[in-house]
């Protein structure tokens, strides 16, 4: 599986910005995606993820500002950023991980940042 992730950019606080990560390959197989982020000299942390029947969970500090949702037509996930801060300037990178074999993938980031 091939994850191509984009939308990154710059925007200042309050804005939004939509982040888009397209798999392709194998996709006929069923599996979770996901959002991480690295800010600088910090870990990638995970931001917010759905499951293959649409469960998601987001990390507290994005609750009630950000949503994940998926096209499993297009075999996308889409992060939609609102009311961003300037904490949430990072690294972006997507992520997808089959059910049956638990393999892990990850796209390649995208960057984000909100400036004050």
């Known amino acids: 599986v091939q994850l191509q992730a984009s939308g990154g950019g710059l925007v200042q606080a309050g804005g939004s910005l939509r982040l888009s990560c397209a798999a392709s390959g194998r996709t006929s197989s069923r599996y979770a995606m996901g959002w991480f982020r690295q800010a600088p000299g910090k870990e990638r942390v995970i931001v917010a993820a759905?499951?293959?029947?649409?469960?998601?969970y987001y990390t507290d500090s994005v609750k009630g500002r950000f949503t994940i949702s998926r096209d499993s037509a297009k075999n996308t996930v889409y992060l939609q950023m609102n009311s961003l801060k300037p904490e949430d300037t990072a690294v972006y990178y997507c992520n997808a991980e089959t059910l049956v074999t638990s393999a892990v993938y990850w796209g390649q980031g995208t960057q984000v940042t909100v400036s004050s």
């Open positions: 759905i499951s293959w029947g649409r469960t998601t």
